[in-house]
């Protein structure tokens, strides 16, 4: 069967079994196995424990004897309760989600926890389900069944931060194969006070994850730096964006693969480990978190799948599923990939027949009775059977691969291919949006009249700015011919106020000096005052 690519899918990354360690309220296996048989919806499980895979590796043998066929994946989920305690005076949950594909993924677990110790009473014991009982008995002699022994010990290993992440260093093959996972809620990340003494401990445990189980919308927001842009420095010196995944940490039948407010991961991806390691690189556009998978594109305009039929040995009777989102046709020269482009642009009605040189014109009389048949996202199915009148509605836009040479040719680079790309682009938008407009040029007219409009307006004043602009340089070049001619003429009366001769009476004085006052009462100024 022909696989389509990359689909949203529930995955549910936090659930426990019967004979989890710590707070188990299952009934027995058999309930348990049935429950996930009864839904399909959910494709990858996070089988979660304290500090162990006992029951993932339970559930997995159950599995590969034929049982939860529905699932596609199973990941092993340990979960680690670390010391020190938060503000709240909650330890911190720290998760390792591992790969299982390695086929000896088990042993290399146990061998790694078997190297994960803690002191108790001088004593060392490793996170192994032996030595967690053990410590368990050792320290609550009341302990008396494995159950409670293990309940006890579970309880108490509370390794440090610094001793996890250390070890997890030392770990290489958990390293290449695990990803960590902190909780972002109030028994994680969320627990520490920002500006409490536990803050730099909050900002190790948030470098050293690569996800975080969270379901709320402004905790994604935050770690997607889409809440707000003064969160940007505080991302990076955390590690950078992070993928917030979800589970619902069902602890009981009730509460299997329901999470508080519907609030169900959706990934993108393949049902595989590598899959959800692609999160991590594209932590915004791989994961969602909701009741649905995001819908990014009209249904109605995506081709889920194409069926061909009839072709008297020239392909194969079969139906292809597509993906929603860019598809490439590989295969060598000739093995039929304009073929089936030129056949399903056909069955859209978008195939122009008098393509020179095209498969269809070429093969055509050797095609005929053959069947093409769309299945388009919402459901609705167009079909045409070669021979007949393809249909005229036009649901794609085909630019085959002669037709893009010739409009990216040295004679088509201009303006043919901007009025293909334009057309195309008008005949996306809503029809909300067009203003009425018949088609590209004319709404680019309209959407773009007041900007005309202001850009005539600027122009107008640039020209008034610019003519202003040279007045005053042409009066500024004068000043200095100006201001060479006050000098002059004032070198002049003071000439000729030294030939006057000295006043022999007073009233001959009083003339003098009204004669010399009389330049200011001509409008005569000084030179800095000068205005031409």
């Known amino acids: 069967m022909l696989e389509s690519g990359s689909q949203w899918r529930r995955w549910d990354l936090h659930i426990h079994t019967p004979d989890t360690a710590l707070n188990d309220q299952f009934g027995d296996w058999d309930e ?15 089988i979660t424990d304290y500090f162990s895979i006992a029951n993932y590796s339970r559930l997995k043998a159950y599995q590969e004897a034929g049982r939860i066929p529905e699932i596609d994946l199973l990941i092993p989920n340990i979960e680690f309760r670390i010391s020190p305690p938060n503000d709240r005076a909650r330890a911190v949950n720290i998760h390792l989600l591992v790969s299982p594909d390695d086929p000896n993924h088990e042993a290399e677990i146990n061998n790694a926890l078997g190297r994960l110790t803690w002191t108790y009473n001088n004593r060392n014991y490793s996170c192994l389900p032996d030595q967690l009982r053990a410590f368990g008995r050792a320290f609550d002699d009341t302990a008396g069944n494995d159950r409670a022994a293990m309940r006890v010990g579970a309880t108490q ?26 909780s972002a809620g109030t028994d994680g ?21 690569r996800m975080l189980f969270s379901g709320r919308p402004g905790e994604r927001d935050f770690w997607l730096g889409k809440r707000s842009p003064d969160d940007l420095e505080a991302i990076k010196r955390l590690g950078g964006f992070k993928p917030c995944i979800h589970g619902s940490d069902a602890h009981d039948i009730a509460h299997l693969f329901r999470p508080d407010e519907d609030r169900f ?11 959800l390691r692609q999160l991590i690189y594209e932590p915004e ?5 909701g009741p649905t998978p995001p819908v990014l594109y009209d249904e109605a305009r995506v081709i889920r799948a194409i069926t061909l039929s009839n072709s008297d040995g020239w392909f194969d009777d079969i139906e292809i599923p597509l993906n929603a989102a860019l598809v490439s046709i590989i295969g060598q020269k000739g093995s039929g990939k304009s073929a089936l482009a030129e056949l399903t642009a056909c069955a859209a009605g978008s195939w122009a027949s008098n393509e020179s040189g095209s498969f269809m014109r070429r093969a055509g009389a050797h095609l005929q009775g053959m069947k ?60 909300s949006d067009t203003l009425n407009a018949s088609s590209f040029d004319e709404l680019r ?25 040279c007045a005053l340089r042409d009066n500024a070049a004068k000043l200095g011919e100006k201001n060479a001619r006050i000098r002059s003429l004032t070198e002049e009366k003071d000439g000729l106020a030294k030939q006057l001769p000295k006043p022999a009476t007073d009233e001959e004085a009083k003339h003098q000096a009204d004669l010399q006052a009389k330049p200011a009462g001509i409008g005569c100024r000084p030179a800095s005052g000068w205005s031409g």
């Open 32 to 46: 348990y196995l049935a429950a996930i048989e009864a839904q399909t919806d959910v494709r990858v499980i996070g």
């Open 157 to 182: 290993f509370k390794p440090d931060f610094s001793a996890l992440r250390d070890w997890f260093q030392r770990e290489h093959w958990l390293q290449q194969n695990a990803i960590v996972a902190v």
């Open 189 to 209: 990340l969320s627990g520490f006070l920002n500006d409490g003494g536990w803050a730099g401990h909050r900002e190790e445990i948030a470098r050293f994850s």
């Open 265 to 275: 991961c959706w990934i993108k991806a393949d049902t595989t480990f590598e899959g």
């Open 285 to 289: 556009d791989r994961v969602y978190i």
């Open 372 to 431: 093409v048949e769309l299945l388009w996202g919402d459901g609705e199915r167009s079909a045409v059977g070669i021979g007949d009148d393809p249909p005229d509605d036009g649901h794609v836009r085909y630019l085959s691969q002669k037709f893009v040479e010739r409009l990216c040719s040295d004679d088509h680079i201009g303006d043919e291919l901007v009025r293909e790309i334009e057309a195309v682009v008008f005949s996306y938008l809503d029809p």
């Open 445 to 469: 007219a309209l959407s773009t009249e007041g900007i005309r409009a202001e850009g005539d307006r600027l122009r107008e004043e640039i020209q008034r700015l610019t003519a202003e602009e």
